[in-house]
């Protein structure tokens, strides 16, 4: 069991007076301003504070806060907060729900013996919990060959003849409906199979296309799968009636149900020959068959064979700029216009949506210190997503109490508090649309344009200047990034190859076996500025750099970077000792990426390096040591 206390007394630093905040939800009155929060501010704001659950302790005076780690192994169902005034102070605490409550930890004996599934409890330690156990799960079998061959024309490797043999009979089976629950194989799943194997033996180089033994598989398969497949699979797998040799002329002849799905398939007939789309295209296909309705775990009113095909088949072609500036910009009206923070200054942060399962993920962290010297941010994402459904910012904001349900104008009153400064969305509340496929895209099993366009989101604009920072992997998508960037018409924009293709920079030496690719630390990025040598795009001046940030050359030690290997509770942890002045490999990590990031968007203060470095030091050096336990384990 781990245990944090926080004393709410007048040496508490500007610094925690913006992180801890969070841990509630309240409606902010005053606006920042240049001044550092003080304590004083911070105790009077913390009086005001409703909390999540309980609404008669917004009336209680803080003077200390007790969050409790429970151990990160055992199996957890959801609980809830509440507030408990004893002996002088107000503590935070875990309430089990009533199902729950005779026992903490329910060991598998229990579980049989109550009826219960393994996978119906929840450890909110670990981020493989947050799935929504609502999701049906897709074929494993299926899914392993979706992982080798729904990839791009260089990465897919081809299906032995056993392989294809195992994958093709699983698929029959499951359509003749010999297969049950988890076992079967989801409409999503083989839409985007077949839309794999179409676009790699319409438009793949020769040694990606079809081996030997996937083509001595379908044509055993293909007869038998011809007479139990539904119309829109057939069509996926033989739009023009070519591939199998056999005549078919189902799909040749297939328009879809509706005027939806005509316009789907219209559009899928050019993906599944290797083509592109418009921008227009792509936008009205995502707009008429978004968000997506289910009814008893079904979607209605679109195919989603045709949708997973559609989605997958994108990727796999490598998508031009205008098609992911329509994946970009096509629900940015869904909400409405964007409300305007009056902040000089606001940096969105694009993390990937699906996480982090090795190594700590400072952004939180980073977003923290930069608001202390009044640099806002807004960050923003998921609290699950696939194909990772790793360690994200709303598994550690949901772990440690705060509020993850805001409404775009709730998150511009914190990024405009002067005691907060930034904030965070999910994708629930600003993108419902996007929201809606989450389930979908687990079964597609590879990440389709929106993993990419969702990082460069504008959720929120600002009155002073505006950033976009991103993380990415694969080399090719850092100039369609940077390309989105400038068409959201931001001052900067940076993208970042850290650890695990997320924002965060390591202090640890570079790898010696790295061959290919960008190694991490590799930055790219613009600021708009006003000289003659500033390419120009839609009308502005940008000034364009590329980077190896070598972490030595700021004078850190090399460091391994600490694992959490989906511990949401071990995140946390690292983060907030670091944040309370515990010297070493997180600490590092929040300061270098504080730093760096302000440097190279030309932020006010951070034109030397050196003193943006040192800037994000005092942040967190501030603190004064007082009555502050960082997390340790109690002998049991």
Known sequence: MFHLVISAKPTFNALKAVFFPLLFSFAPKKKRGKEKTTAN????????????????????????????????????????????????????????????????????????ELGLKESDMRNPAISSTYRRSMLPKPNQTVLEAQARICTGPTQTRPLSEEQAFKVLDTILRSVRGELKDEEQVSKAQIGAFFAGMTIRANSFPEETQWSEGERRAMNLFWP????????????????????????NSVGPQFIGNGTTEMRLVGALREILAGGHLGYEEV??????????????????????????????????????DRELKAYCLAFDDELGPAPVADVNSLTHYGEPYDGNTRFFRSTLFVAAVRSCYGESSLLHGVEWMPPKGGVTEEQMLNFMGANTNLSLHQAKKLIEDEEVGFAYLSQREARPSLYSLIGLREHIKKRPPLA????????????????????????????????????????????????????????????????????????????????????????????????????????FEPTDTPRTDRSVSKN???????LHGQKGPAYDRIVLNAGIVDHLLGCDGAEDVTIALDRAREAIDSVKKGKCNLPQENPR
């Not at 007479?227 to 699979?233: E, F, G, K, N, S």
């Not at 008429?288 to 997973?308: A, M, N, R, Y």
């Not at 200047?465 to 100039?479: M, P």
């Not at 946390?572 to 670091?578: F, P, R, V």
């Open 41 to 112: 501010k911070f105790i009077k704001e913390t009086q005001k504070m409703r909390a999540l659950l309980s609404p008669e302790s917004s009336s209680l005076y803080f003077t200390s806060i007790n969050i409790v780690f429970r151990d990160p192994n055992p199996c957890r169902s959801r609980t809830s907060l509440y507030f408990l005034k004893r002996d002088g102070c107000c503590r935070l605490i875990r309430r089990k729900p009533r199902s729950t409550a005779v026992k903490a930890v329910l060991d598998s004996a229990t579980i049989e």
């Open 224 to 247: 038998l799968l011809l007479r139990a497949l539904p119309p829109d699979v057939i069509f996926i797998a033989d739009p023009e009636g070519s591939i199998m040799g056999l005549g």
């Open 283 to 320: 936008q009205g296909v995502l707009k008429d068959v978004l968000p997506l309705k289910f009814e008893d775990g079904k979607s209605t009113g679109v195919s989603e064979s045709l949708l997973s095909a559609f989605l997958i088949g994108q990727r796999m072609n490598r998508e031009t």
């Open 452 to 555: 990419t366009t969702e990082k460069v989101q504008q959720f929120i604009r600002a009155k002073g200047k505006e950033s976009i920072v991103a993380g990415f992997y694969h080399e090719g998508y850092e100039e369609p990034l940077l390309m989105l960037m400038k068409r959201r018409g931001v001052h900067s924009g940076l993208v970042v190859k850290g650890e695990e293709g997320a924002l965060s920079m390591t202090t640890r030496l570079r790898s010696a076996s790295t061959s290919k690719g960008f190694p991490v630390n590799y930055c790219s990025g613009f600021c708009s500025v006003g000289t003659e040598t500033a390419c120009k795009e839609d009308g502005v001046s940008h000034q364009s750099f590329r980077l190896e940030v070598n972490a030595m050359d700021y004078g």
């Open 572 to 578: 946390i942890e690292l983060g907030l000792a670091a």
